[in-house]
């Protein structure tokens, strides 16, 4: 793992080339200086995986699919090619192809890859589905002895049981699995994932689990036994979500699985809402991924977020929920939705982000008890610029927050997200976004920006001034 993210790194420093050596097709990107500036290098500069969930097809067909992947992610899933009917269709016949060339392509990228996943009631062929007993057992381990075996050391952690909890009163969910071998075919799995691949983190995956909720209850007990036996490193929350329906005890939901000694991750997020989509409800939808991103930021156990997807059709939403889509962070023409801004502004924000300079890492907060108090802090600095984070506590119930400081020297903003007003000059007065101006008291935002700055010189750290609207 540590290799995987060191490799990462190492890439994301200077050009990197998208390649496609497996896909026969060559092109690459230069990173431009700002490196904040994708969700790959703000995610990177506080350790964290931004995974997207990817479809062969496109990555084979699409060069522009490819470049934004390999731009703004630094891990993947296979969304189809890594399930049990893509990759053992017939007993004993196993077909790789579509999964050993997104593994590939992760692997040229610099990039890790999250598996998904050996144990699941769907996508399973019938095949399996009509064994039982111990012939089932030796499907199920022979599945996973060969296909962990075969990215040992390249699949950094694995899905391995998925969607295990049925939907009613947290009650095992009546599969095929179930039927045929008891609720033990879940240890089962875990052991054998273990023993092939001794250095993959295993995860359990689960849907509507997001909530303190009867299902969570379930899986906290099922990772409470498996964690006890070593068998379990973390919890996925596949988080396929409804406009403004994050769940309000999402945070202390994750906390007690951390409390387990255990690692968590969004592992499939993507926000769904009805069709065609006003600019309120982008902005909504903006404001709930900042949420969510920013729960998995603060969380130094998150281990990342994947979003179920790259653009708004490529998603399964439409297919299975008529009249809703458009959940994700592209457009289908590759522009960036509101909720890629305020994505990127959650993985640089709030403060967790390793040091990057020796310089002042955050101004002094001006004294307590004004309805607002902000902060900035220098992100990534290089010679004539750098990446800056504010962020914004609300001392008070906000609907709305102004931030003001003077540049000291040179410095003068070239870009922004998550905040707007007249932020170019010597003296900067900005105010939040459509998204991330209502906060409860107590609760946080951020924004961002770079600047341009005399060469060398020392990118400063003002104090800011922060008025309630
Ligand atoms: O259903 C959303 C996700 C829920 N959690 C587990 C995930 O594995 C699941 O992903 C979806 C994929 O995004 C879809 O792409 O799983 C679906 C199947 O349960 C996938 O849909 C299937 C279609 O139903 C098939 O018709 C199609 O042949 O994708 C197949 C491959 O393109």
Request: charged content about 15%; glycine content about 8%; hydrophobic content about 40%.
């Amino acid at each position: 793992m540590l290799l995987n993210r060191q490799r990462r790194r190492a890439v994301i420093a200077g050009a990197v080339t998208v390649a496609t050596a497996a896909l026969g097709i060559g092109l690459s990107t230069q990173f431009a200086s700002a490196q904040a500036a994708t969700l790959r290098a703000a995610a990177d500069a506080i350790g964290k995986d931004i995974g997207v969930a990817v479809a062969y097809d496109q990555l084979m067909n699409n060069a522009t699919y490819r470049n934004t992947v390999a731009t703004e992610f630094n891990s993947l899933t296979a969304e189809n090619a890594m399930k049990w009917d893509a990759t053992e269709p017939q007993d004993g016949n196993y077909t790789f192809t579509q999964a050993d060339a997104i593994v590939d392509f992760a692997e040229d990228n610099g990039q890790s890859v999250h598996g998904h996943t050996f144990v699941w009631h769907s996508q399973t062929p019938s095949w399996v589905q009509n064994l039982s007993g111990t012939a089932l057992q030796a499907a199920m381990v022979d599945h996973i002895n060969t296909v962990a075996n075969r990215y040992e050391g390249r699949v950094e952690s694995w899905d391995v049981v998925n969607e295990v909890v049925s939907d009613s009163n947290g009650a095992m969910r009546d599969s095929f699995w179930l039927r045929g071998l008891g609720e033990g075919f879940v240890t089962t799995a875990f052991q054998t994932a273990r023993a092939a691949d001794p250095n993959a983190d295993l995860y359990i995956n689960d849907y509507s689990i997001e909530a303190d909720n009867a299902k969570s209850d379930r899986i906290y007990t099922i990772a409470q036994g498996l964690k006890s036996q070593n068998l379990l490193d973390g919890v996925g929350f596949q988080s396929h979500l409804i406009l403004g329906q994050v769940p309000s005890t999402m945070e202390a939901n994750l906390q007690r699985f951390v409390d387990l000694g255990l690692k968590v991750r969004i592992t499939e997020l993507d926000i769904r809402l009805q069709t065609p989509a006003d600019g309120s409800e982008l902005a909504q939808q903006a404001a709930d991924y900042e949420r969510v991103v920013n729960i998995c930021a603060e969380l130094a156990d998150c281990s990342g977020v994947t979003v179920w997807g790259l653009r708004d059709g490529d998603s399964w939403v439409p297919d299975v929920f008529p009249g809703y889509g458009a959940p994700l962070l592209f457009n289908d023409d590759y522009s960036k939705k509101p909720a890629y801004t305020s994505t990127l502004n959650a993985l640089g924000g709030d403060g967790t982000e390793e040091p990057t300079t020796s310089q002042p890492a955050t101004t002094t907060p001006p004294p307590s008890g004004s309805g607002c108090t902000a902060t900035l802090s220098v992100q990534s600095p290089w010679n004539t610029g750098a990446t800056y984070a504010g962020t914004v506590k609300a001392n008070q119930a906000l609907t709305g927050w102004t931030v003001t400081w003077t540049w000291p020297g040179s410095e003068r903003i070239s870009n922004s997200w998550s905040i707007q007003g007249t932020l170019s000059g010597a003296t900067v007065t900005g105010s939040n976004a459509a998204y991330n101006g209502t906060l409860a008291a107590g609760q946080t935002t951020t924004f961002g920006f770079n600047i341009t700055k005399a060469d060398g010189s020392t990118a400063s750290v003002p104090t800011v001034t922060c008025t309630p609207a």
